[in-house]
T-cell receptor, first 112, second 112 residues
Framework: AQSVTQLGSHVSVSEGALVLLRCNYSSSVPPYLFWYVQYPNQGLQLLLKYTSAATLVKGINGFEAEFKKSETSFHLTKPSAHMSDAAEYFCAVSEGFQKLVFGTGTRLLVSP | ETGVTQSPTHLIKTRGQQVTLRCSSQSGHNTVSWYQQALGQGPQFIFQYYREEENGRGNFPPRFSGLQFPNYSSELNVNALELDDSALYLC???????????FGPGTRLLVL
């Protein structure tokens, strides 16, 4: 079965600093990979997705992620954090018939 | 905006009762998936419907059931509610053959 591991339940950065959220996946077939963001008391919003095209994927709000097959990783980055980036971030892998398997999430805290 | 709506936004029930949650997708979104997100956890796949037929199920008991209607709306029914059913319930719809799931804002269920 496919699975996702997100390292670090909480990540704290200063405004303007680099954001790096880690995601490693397990899959026996080429995966589809996703990053979603969840603001308090809201649903999930798609940030970006990897579907076997370019390995560097650009998403919304300045986020990007790089698919590295050799490391089974799909880490999310943003060069400069903004206060509005504070939220919960989920990495997910697609497991057949479009079922999504999610990691446990990483809460991003941004301090002024 | 994803075009996916859910109702109600919040709901309080007591143990043993039954509940119906509703989801409305965009026209053309033939696939709908339901997820349960317990507090502090990532979403867990409950089941998926494609053209009104169940198309995959996660590790949830039969008291979790669903329906999908021709007008792109769907329901999640939970019988014999248990305290552990307290969670945010998310529905997600997928247009055509895309891999991307678009989430609604969720229904927060509290079982007392």
């Amino acid at each position: 079965a496919q699975s996702v591991t997100q390292l670090g339940s909480h990540v704290s950065v200063s405004e303007g600093a680099l954001v790096l959220l880690r995601c490693n996946y397990s899959s026996s077939v080429p995966p589809y990979l996703f990053w979603y963001v969840q603001y308090p008391n809201q649903g999930l919003q798609l940030l970006l997705k990897y579907t076997s095209a370019a390995t560097l994927v650009k998403g919304i709000n300045g986020f990007e992620a790089e698919f590295k097959k050799s490391e089974t990783s799909f880490h999310l980055t943003k060069p400069s954090a903004h206060m509005s980036d504070a939220a919960e971030y989920f990495c997910a892998v697609s497991e057949g018939f479009q079922k999504l398997v999610f990691g446990t999430g990483t809460r991003l805290l941004v301090s002024p | 905006e994803t075009g996916v709506t859910q109702s109600p936004t919040h709901l309080i029930k007591t143990r043993g009762q039954q509940v119906t949650l509703r989801c409305s997708s965009q026209s053309g979104h033939n696939t709908v998936s339901w997820y349960q997100q317990a507090l502090g956890q990532g979403p867990q796949f409950i089941f998926q419907y494609y053209r009104e037929e169940e198309n995959g199920r996660g590790n949830f008991p039969p008291r979790f059931s669903g329906l999908q209607f021709p007008n792109y709306s769907s329901e999640l029914n939970v019988n014999a509610l248990e305290l552990d059913d307290s969670a945010l319930y998310l529905c997600a719809s997928t247009p055509g053959a895309e891999e991307t799931q678009y989430f609604g804002p969720g229904t927060r269920l509290l079982v007392l």
